[in-house]
């Protein structure tokens, strides 16, 4: 027996059709799997008493009215970071009084861990061509892509502003409405600098002053074959929090690009434990990994690279190529291991 709440994206959305299809294998393999036992699935996608969809209504009723009990409690975590705080976890757990309590997906050490972007660019994403992503100049220094007004995003996009770093390399940020900027950017606005993208060409999931959703793409190839570094704008910033990896951090590898982490330093390591390189060591000046000020962090590799010749920065980008190529096959694979995880859960 399996009771399933939670609600998932719409199916207009990229990932809505993969979202439901991966919800309802997953409850089958816990009906599979747990078959005489009472089992209560939660799919944390906008999970939580602060959003206005029924969903945690509908738990409270189950476990405070009806009085519900359960042998084992599954926690789905999918495509968005989980926005649950732990003490409500830890409430649910002690009301429902269950055995066993099993996180899948993308939360972090845990036993049936996938990473959901990895999985899906495996499903949905076209892998370019070496063709189509090789480095043919460093017209751009670097180039740092963001989309939503999240306030890392919006500090860090006013000190490049502010050094005139901006004349080096492509930065982009949505400006976002008055409703983006109290929920991303605590009420700060975004400058809303694009590169002009026709969004007909896009699937539009929200209005982020004309910046793409552009989950399965790497943006222009003509800025993407003429660029060394690529900043990574994470959705997550803070270390405190759940780790996070998207789509995101996986372009780079996808692309052949150097990164360095404007999110949680963590993934470095993480990336690492995963078979992947990361290419800090070209910075060693820069304490990028474990510096509590990211901005600064970041801003002192961008800053030590517009300072180079555009011959010396070819001459790192020859010596990264091996990693670089070792970093696209492994992300290829990564992918597919992803994918299987999340349809074979309880096989690892």
């Known amino acids: 027996m399996i009771t399933v709440i939670g609600t998932t994206f719409p199916l207009a959305y990229h990932y809505g059709p993969l979202e439901r299809e991966v919800l309802q294998k997953t409850a089958e393999q816990i009906e599979s799997k747990f078959k005489d036992e009472k089992n209560l699935l939660l799919n944390m996608t906008w999970f939580g008493p602060q959003f206005d969809n029924g969903q945690w209504q509908k738990?409270?009723?189950?476990?405070?009215?009806?009085?519900?009990?359960?042998?084992?409690?599954?926690?789905?975590?999918?495509?968005?970071?989980?926005?649950?705080?732990?003490?409500?976890?830890?409430?649910?757990?002690?009301?429902?009084?269950?055995?066993?309590?099993?996180?899948?997906?993308?939360?972090e050490n845990q036993k049936y861990q996938w990473n959901w972007h990895a999985a899906a660019a495996y499903k949905l994403m076209t892998i370019p061509t070496l063709d189509q992503i090789s480095l043919q100049s460093v017209k751009h220094v670097f180039v740092c892509l963001q989309r939503k007004p999240?306030?890392?995003?919006?500090?860090?996009?006013?000190?490049?502003?502010?050094?005139?770093?901006?004349?080096?390399?492509?930065?982009?940020?949505?400006?976002?409405?008055?409703?983006?900027?109290?929920?991303?950017?605590d009420g700060m606005m975004g400058p809303n600098i694009t590169l002009g993208e026709n969004l007909d060409d896009f699937i539009t999931e929200d209005d982020c002053g004309g910046i793409p959703c552009d989950l399965f793409g790497l943006g222009p190839l003509t800025v993407w074959k003429n660029h060394f570094l690529h900043v990574v704008s994470e959705t997550e910033f803070n270390n405190w929090h759940p780790l996070f990896v998207t789509e995101k951090t996986w372009k780079p590898m996808i692309g052949l690009r150097p990164f360095v982490i404007h999110g949680q330093t963590r993934i470095?390591?993480?990336l690492r434990n995963r078979g992947f390189k990361t290419f800090n060591h070209y910075w060693p000046h820069v304490d990028i990994e474990t510096s509590e000020d990211q901005h600064g962090s970041v801003m002192s590799v961008l800053h030590w690279l517009c300072d180079m010749t555009l011959s010396e920065i070819e001459d790192i980008y020859q010596d990264m190529l091996p990693d670089l190529r070792y970093n696209r096959e492994r992300f290829i694979e990564f992918s597919r291991e992803q994918y299987h995880k999340m349809h074979h859960v309880f096989e690892s």
């Not at 926690?75 to 409430?91: G, N, Q």
């Not at 901006?166 to 950017?185: N, Q, V």
């Open 150 to 185: 999240r306030l890392h995003r919006v500090e860090l996009t006013n000190l490049i502003l502010a050094s005139r770093l901006d004349r080096r390399g492509i930065i982009t940020l949505g400006g976002g409405s008055k409703e983006h900027a109290d929920i991303y950017a």
């Open 59 to 107: 738990l409270e009723k189950l476990i405070y009215k009806d009085c519900a009990k359960f042998d084992n409690l599954f926690l789905l975590s999918t495509i968005d970071p989980v926005y649950l705080r732990e003490d409500l976890i830890d409430s649910i757990i002690n009301q429902i009084k269950c055995e066993k309590v099993i996180r899948i997906g993308t939360w």
């Open 268 to 270: 470095y390591p993480w």
